[in-house]
Each structure stands twice: as C-alpha cells, then as structure tokens.
C-alpha cells in the first residue's frame, strides 16, 4: 500500500468511526421503545421518566394533541363561543381565583402508603406539562406493582386520544388506558378509562400489598 493510498484508507476508516458514533447516539433520541417493564429496580422512577420524554411514539400522541388544542384555540377566536362559555362557567371561574376557595392541589404520590386514592384524572394548562402529569397518574401503579412484587409493562398507544396503556401483571384485569385530549378553550385532560373500577382495584390491592 503506498503513502498516498495509506493516507485515503486511513481517512475513510475516521469517517467511518465518527459515523458510528453518531449513529450509535441516534436510539436514545429517536428510536422508539415497544414498551418498557418497570419492577422492582431503585431506577425504576427515572426509566419511567426517560420513555415519557424520549418515546418518539408517545412524543407524537402528545404533539398531536397540542396541535389539536392550538385548532380549536383557533377556531374559539373566530367564533362566539368562548364568550357563552365564559357566560355560563364566570361564577366558578370567579371563586377559583378568590383566595381561600380554590382546593389545593393533590401531593404527588411518591411512596404507596401515602398514596391512599390514585389520581385518574387531571386538568393540565399547558403541553409543556402533558408529560410530566403523564407520569404523574402512571406513577401510583408502579408503586402499587413494587409493592406487590411485580411490575407494570407501559406501551404507546396509537388511536384515539390514548397515548399509554398499562399492563398490570398478576391482576386479572385488562390493560389500563391512558389518554390526552385538548379542551376547546385551551388546555388538556389526561385521564384513564374506567375510573370506578380502577379505584376500586387500586384500593383493593394497595391494601393487601401493605398488610404483606
């Protein structure tokens, strides 16, 4: 091999070096997760807020809803509409903003025995915070699923306003579902499917899981 041919060879072996770093960094961002399984493990809280942010899958469903929200905004200035909702809801609007009569928001749960009612539903002002109130109502179940030694398998969903479902394992009951939809006059509502039910299962096992 000649110097010249030596000094091409070795060029083309750093392109190819610094292209498989590259493409090495590339799933963290942009390669979506069938699902995850959080159990047991200490660093079970961060896996969880990992694919919450990095989920391409689940970071759609949540941008479609934004959009979503940005055409009914749109469409709420062409229209009527905000002023006759506002007409009808202005009495509550004006005791949330006195002080003293709006109720405190509900504490985050972080450990199940101060976790007494799982949050199945939230009020959210903004996209920027879709995804941590996501994790906030997935956060209950993994604490109930450690607790019973177990684990809960989270997968993206894809019709609908569902963006997560939730499987339980060892309970017999089908995946729990997660969705996000945009209000007309701005902001979202994430909540699960069937609230009486799960709040019935979830009171059921956590006290059993506590008395172990």
Request: aromatic share 4%; hydrophobic share 40%.
């Amino acid at each position: 091999m000649t110097g010249r041919s030596f000094r091409g060879y070795n060029k083309d072996m750093k392109l190819a070096l610094l292209a498989g770093l590259v493409f090495a960094a590339l799933p963290m961002q942009a390669v979506s997760a069938q699902s995850i399984r959080l159990t047991q493990d200490p660093k079970a809280e961060d896996m969880l807020r990992r694919f919450v942010e990095l989920d391409s899958r689940l970071k759609a469903r949540l941008d479609d809803a934004a959009k979503r929200e940005e055409s009914f905004l749109a469409e709420a200035r062409d229209s009527d509409l905000r002023d006759s909702v506002a007409e009808r809801s202005g009495p509550k609007d004006i005791l949330d903003l006195l002080p003293g009569l709006k109720a405190p928001p509900t504490p985050v749960c972080r450990d199940l025995g101060d976790c007494a009612v799982p949050e199945l539903a939230l009020d959210v002002t903004s996209s920027e915070r879709l995804a941590d109130s996501v994790r906030r109502l997935v956060r209950p179940w993994m604490l109930l699923q450690q607790a019973r030694r177990s684990s809960v398998e989270i997968t993206a969903a894809e019709t609908g306003d569902a963006v997560l479902t939730l499987k339980l394992k060892g309970l017999d009951t089908p995946p729990l579902t997660l969705n996000v939809s945009p209000r007309l006059l701005g902001g979202f509502k994430v909540w699960f499917d069937s609230p009486l039910v799960l709040a019935s299962l979830y009171g059921r096992e956590r006290d059993a899981a506590l008395k172990r």
